[in-house]
């Protein structure tokens, strides 16, 4: 019993450590999202003076991608200390809303014909000009 106790007892103070780990880890996430997050609330694009307009878009643009790379470097840190990812890091992408829905051979092939369309009625108008030139210069 006391080989019990004592394996449980450092099995506990290991679990004990890791938990106040990532309990300061989750603070710490939290207190730099709500700081990045003030940041980018203060951005007012209708607020800057016209001479100042390009040095308060870079300065905004710097916060934005601060914010950006803070969050997926405690993003990571969050999932890899979770055996579970705790929060999915392309849930709300940026860009989500123009990814394509569907991945299938029709779906490409409309997206195809979609894109080069265009092209084949311009080379048909340019051929059927030519046709029709050569013929009259033939006569």
Do not use: C
Not at 77 to 84: R, T, V
């Amino acid at each position: 019993m006391i080989e019990k106790l004592s394996r449980s007892l450092v099995v506990i103070e290991r679990q004990t450590y890791d938990a106040e780990k990532r309990d300061e880890q989750l603070k710490s996430s939290s207190v730099s999202f709500s700081q990045h997050l003030r940041a980018l609330e203060r951005i007012d694009p209708k607020a800057w003076p016209n001479e100042d307009l390009h040095k308060e878009l870079s300065k905004s643009l710097s916060s934005v991608d601060d914010a950006r790379v803070e969050y997926n470097k405690s993003i990571t840190k969050i999932n890899a200390g979770s055996e579970d990812e705790v929060i999915d890091p392309h849930a709300a992408n940026d860009y989500s809303e123009y990814l394509p829905e569907e991945s299938n051979f029709a779906a490409w092939f409309k997206r195809g014909l979609a894109f080069t369309l265009p092209l084949m009625l311009f080379g048909l108008v340019v051929l059927i000009v030519f046709i029709v030139l050569h013929f009259a210069l033939l006569k």
